[in-house]
Protein backbone atom coordinates (compact mmCIF):
# COMPACT_ATOMS: atom_id res chain seq x y z
CA UNK A 1 0.00 0.00 0.00
CA UNK A 2 2.90 2.38 0.89
CA UNK A 3 4.37 1.64 -2.42
CA UNK A 4 0.98 2.60 -4.07
CA UNK A 5 1.10 5.85 -2.34
CA UNK A 6 4.54 6.85 -3.44
CA UNK A 7 3.42 5.89 -7.43
CA UNK A 8 1.15 8.17 -6.92
CA UNK A 9 2.91 10.80 -5.16
CA UNK A 10 5.59 10.93 -8.22
CA UNK A 11 2.40 11.09 -10.77
CA UNK A 12 1.17 14.10 -9.18
CA UNK A 13 4.24 15.48 -8.50
CA UNK A 14 5.60 14.75 -12.56
CA UNK A 15 2.19 16.65 -13.12
CA UNK A 16 2.73 19.80 -11.19
CA UNK A 17 5.87 19.73 -13.08
CA UNK A 18 4.12 19.41 -16.15
CA UNK A 19 1.69 22.49 -15.18
CA UNK A 20 4.25 24.63 -13.94
CA UNK A 21 6.09 24.28 -17.09
CA UNK A 22 3.16 25.07 -19.04
CA UNK A 23 2.82 28.08 -16.75
CA UNK A 24 5.93 29.52 -17.57
CA UNK A 25 5.18 29.09 -21.55
CA UNK A 26 1.89 30.78 -21.51
CA UNK A 27 2.04 34.33 -22.52
CA UNK A 28 1.84 36.67 -19.47
CA UNK A 29 -1.73 38.19 -21.41
CA UNK A 30 -3.25 35.18 -21.22
CA UNK A 31 -4.18 36.03 -17.29
CA UNK A 32 -7.37 33.32 -17.21
CA UNK A 33 -5.02 30.57 -18.25
CA UNK A 34 -2.77 31.51 -15.40
CA UNK A 35 -5.18 31.47 -13.58
CA UNK A 36 -6.27 28.13 -13.73
CA UNK A 37 -2.86 26.63 -13.93
CA UNK A 38 -2.11 27.91 -10.41
CA UNK A 39 -5.75 27.01 -8.98
CA UNK A 40 -4.80 23.40 -10.51
CA UNK A 41 -0.91 23.51 -8.80
CA UNK A 42 -2.29 25.06 -5.72
CA UNK A 43 -5.25 21.76 -5.83
CA UNK A 44 -2.75 19.14 -6.32
CA UNK A 45 -0.21 20.23 -4.30
CA UNK A 46 -2.83 19.93 -1.45
CA UNK A 47 -3.57 16.13 -3.23
CA UNK A 48 0.24 15.96 -2.46
CA UNK A 49 0.19 17.22 0.89
CA UNK A 50 -2.74 14.57 2.07
CA UNK A 51 -0.72 11.74 0.32
CA UNK A 52 2.23 12.69 2.65
CA UNK A 53 0.31 13.06 5.68
CA UNK A 54 -0.83 9.13 4.68
CA UNK A 55 2.30 8.03 3.96
CA UNK A 56 3.69 9.42 7.02
CA UNK A 57 1.22 7.52 9.12
CA UNK A 58 1.94 4.26 7.25
CA UNK A 59 5.14 4.29 8.17
CA UNK A 60 4.28 5.03 11.71
CA UNK A 61 2.08 1.94 11.64
CA UNK A 62 4.64 -0.10 9.90
CA UNK A 63 7.28 0.55 12.55
CA UNK A 64 4.47 -0.35 15.33
CA UNK A 65 3.83 -3.52 13.81
CA UNK A 66 7.18 -4.16 13.36
CA UNK A 67 8.02 -3.64 16.95
CA UNK A 68 4.65 -5.66 18.12
CA UNK A 69 5.67 -8.40 15.48
CA UNK A 70 10.09 -8.35 17.21
CA UNK A 71 7.49 -8.94 20.77
CA UNK A 72 5.56 -11.55 19.45
CA UNK A 73 8.79 -13.39 18.11
CA UNK A 74 10.14 -13.00 21.64
CA UNK A 75 7.49 -13.98 23.62
CA UNK A 76 6.80 -16.99 20.90
CA UNK A 77 10.55 -18.39 21.21
CA UNK A 78 10.29 -17.57 24.97
CA UNK A 79 6.99 -20.01 24.75
CA UNK A 80 8.86 -22.77 22.94
CA UNK A 81 11.86 -22.66 25.45
CA UNK A 82 9.45 -23.57 28.00
CA UNK A 83 7.82 -25.74 26.02
CA UNK A 84 11.00 -27.42 25.27
CA UNK A 85 11.68 -27.88 28.72
CA UNK A 86 8.38 -29.24 29.50
CA UNK A 87 8.72 -31.88 27.25
CA UNK A 88 12.02 -32.70 28.61
CA UNK A 89 10.79 -32.75 31.90
CA UNK A 90 7.72 -34.53 31.36
CA UNK A 91 9.99 -37.60 29.40
CA UNK A 92 12.33 -37.60 32.42
CA UNK A 93 9.36 -37.93 34.80
CA UNK A 94 7.88 -40.60 32.50
CA UNK A 95 11.18 -42.35 32.68
CA UNK A 96 11.33 -41.98 36.13
CA UNK A 97 7.88 -43.53 36.90
CA UNK A 98 8.56 -46.41 33.95
CA UNK A 99 12.05 -47.53 36.25
CA UNK A 100 9.81 -47.34 39.57
CA UNK A 101 7.35 -49.36 38.04
CA UNK A 102 9.62 -52.36 37.09
CA UNK A 103 9.29 -54.96 39.41
CA UNK A 104 12.14 -56.16 41.03
CA UNK A 105 12.91 -60.32 42.63
CA UNK A 106 14.60 -60.34 45.87
CA UNK A 107 15.41 -63.51 48.37
CA UNK A 108 16.51 -65.80 46.07
CA UNK A 109 17.52 -69.30 46.96
CA UNK A 110 18.62 -72.25 45.12
CA UNK A 111 17.14 -75.74 47.24
CA UNK A 112 18.85 -79.14 45.53
CA UNK A 113 16.68 -82.03 46.56
CA UNK A 114 16.77 -86.02 46.42
CA UNK A 115 14.35 -88.33 45.14
CA UNK A 116 12.66 -88.42 48.89
CA UNK A 117 13.11 -84.46 48.71
CA UNK A 118 15.11 -84.19 51.36
CA UNK A 119 17.90 -81.31 50.73
CA UNK A 120 21.24 -82.62 49.08
CA UNK A 121 25.10 -81.40 48.15
CA UNK A 122 25.87 -84.31 45.98
CA UNK A 123 25.05 -83.68 41.89
CA UNK A 124 24.24 -87.71 41.54
CA UNK A 125 21.64 -86.93 44.46
CA UNK A 126 19.67 -84.08 42.82
CA UNK A 127 16.22 -84.85 41.09
CA UNK A 128 14.65 -81.62 41.75
CA UNK A 129 15.74 -77.96 41.89
CA UNK A 130 13.39 -75.73 43.94
CA UNK A 131 14.12 -71.83 43.31
CA UNK A 132 12.40 -69.39 45.68
CA UNK A 133 11.90 -66.29 45.27
CA UNK A 134 9.97 -62.94 46.11
CA UNK A 135 8.60 -60.43 44.38
CA UNK A 136 9.26 -57.17 46.22
CA UNK A 137 6.04 -54.36 47.08
CA UNK A 138 5.55 -52.18 44.42
CA UNK A 139 2.60 -49.79 44.64
CA UNK A 140 3.71 -48.05 40.69
CA UNK A 141 3.28 -51.01 38.82
CA UNK A 142 0.39 -52.31 37.32
CA UNK A 143 -0.78 -54.71 39.19
CA UNK A 144 -3.05 -58.04 37.44
CA UNK A 145 -1.50 -60.89 35.76
CA UNK A 146 1.91 -61.46 35.26
CA UNK A 147 4.25 -64.07 33.52
CA UNK A 148 7.30 -65.07 35.73
CA UNK A 149 10.39 -66.65 33.53
CA UNK A 150 13.52 -68.30 34.69
CA UNK A 151 16.40 -69.14 32.69
CA UNK A 152 18.75 -71.49 34.51
CA UNK A 153 22.34 -71.66 32.87
CA UNK A 154 24.59 -74.27 33.46
CA UNK A 155 28.53 -73.86 34.55
CA UNK A 156 29.65 -74.02 30.38
CA UNK A 157 26.88 -70.96 30.22
CA UNK A 158 24.68 -73.62 28.31
CA UNK A 159 20.79 -72.57 28.52
CA UNK A 160 19.03 -75.69 30.69
CA UNK A 161 15.53 -75.81 28.87
CA UNK A 162 12.78 -78.35 28.04
CA UNK A 163 9.96 -76.67 26.19
CA UNK A 164 12.19 -74.45 24.24
CA UNK A 165 9.44 -71.90 24.64
CA UNK A 166 10.67 -67.72 24.97
CA UNK A 167 10.04 -64.33 25.66
CA UNK A 168 10.74 -60.93 24.46
CA UNK A 169 13.51 -59.06 25.47
CA UNK A 170 15.28 -56.14 24.67
CA UNK A 171 13.83 -56.28 21.13
CA UNK A 172 14.42 -59.89 20.89
CA UNK A 173 13.38 -63.31 21.33
CA UNK A 174 15.09 -65.31 24.31
CA UNK A 175 14.39 -69.29 25.62
CA UNK A 176 13.82 -69.76 28.52
CA UNK A 177 13.97 -72.70 31.36
CA UNK A 178 10.47 -72.41 33.42
CA UNK A 179 7.60 -70.15 33.08
CA UNK A 180 4.85 -69.54 35.99
CA UNK A 181 1.61 -67.32 35.72
CA UNK A 182 1.11 -65.14 39.00
CA UNK A 183 -1.44 -62.53 40.14
CA UNK A 184 0.19 -59.57 41.21
CA UNK A 185 -1.62 -56.96 43.40
CA UNK A 186 1.40 -54.42 44.65
CA UNK A 187 2.30 -56.36 47.85
CA UNK A 188 5.24 -58.46 48.26
CA UNK A 189 4.92 -61.59 46.56
CA UNK A 190 6.06 -65.20 47.58
CA UNK A 191 6.52 -68.02 45.00
CA UNK A 192 8.59 -70.94 44.19
CA UNK A 193 9.38 -72.93 40.85
CA UNK A 194 10.75 -76.07 40.34
CA UNK A 195 13.30 -77.69 37.66
CA UNK A 196 12.85 -81.40 37.25
CA UNK A 197 16.33 -82.82 36.57
CA UNK A 198 16.67 -85.32 33.84
CA UNK A 199 20.36 -84.68 33.14
CA UNK A 200 23.26 -85.18 34.11
CA UNK A 201 24.68 -82.05 36.21
CA UNK A 202 28.03 -80.40 35.58
CA UNK A 203 29.68 -79.43 38.65
CA UNK A 204 31.04 -75.65 38.57
CA UNK A 205 28.73 -72.41 39.08
CA UNK A 206 25.57 -72.14 37.58
CA UNK A 207 22.55 -68.98 37.04
CA UNK A 208 19.40 -68.08 37.88
CA UNK A 209 18.04 -64.98 36.47
CA UNK A 210 14.39 -63.59 36.52
CA UNK A 211 12.23 -62.03 33.97
CA UNK A 212 9.01 -60.67 34.07
CA UNK A 213 7.34 -57.18 31.88
CA UNK A 214 10.28 -57.54 29.47
CA UNK A 215 12.90 -56.47 32.53
CA UNK A 216 15.18 -58.57 34.29
CA UNK A 217 14.29 -57.93 37.55
CA UNK A 218 16.63 -60.83 39.86
CA UNK A 219 19.61 -62.71 39.42
CA UNK A 220 21.29 -64.99 41.62
CA UNK A 221 24.57 -67.90 41.04
CA UNK A 222 25.02 -71.30 43.02
CA UNK A 223 27.65 -73.60 42.84
CA UNK A 224 27.10 -77.84 42.89
CA UNK A 225 30.49 -78.92 44.37
CA UNK A 226 30.00 -82.91 44.77
CA UNK A 227 29.08 -85.63 42.90
Known amino acids: ?17 ELQDELKRTKATDAKRIAELKDEIATLRKILAHYVQQIDSLNSLNQRLTTENLEVKQRYQSVSATAELLA ?4 TLNEAVSR ?21 ER ?26 YLRLTRPD ?39 KVDEILQLGTYRIDIFADGNRIGSKSFRIERN
Open 157 to 195: EELMTKSGGTFPYENKEIAYSLRKEIEYGGEAYSDVMYW
Open 1 to 17: HNDSLLRQFDMQKQKIK
Open 123 to 148: ASRMRTLKFNYTIGKNITAEPGPKTI
Open 88 to 91: KEKE
Open 100 to 120: AAVLEAHSISVTPLDDRERKT
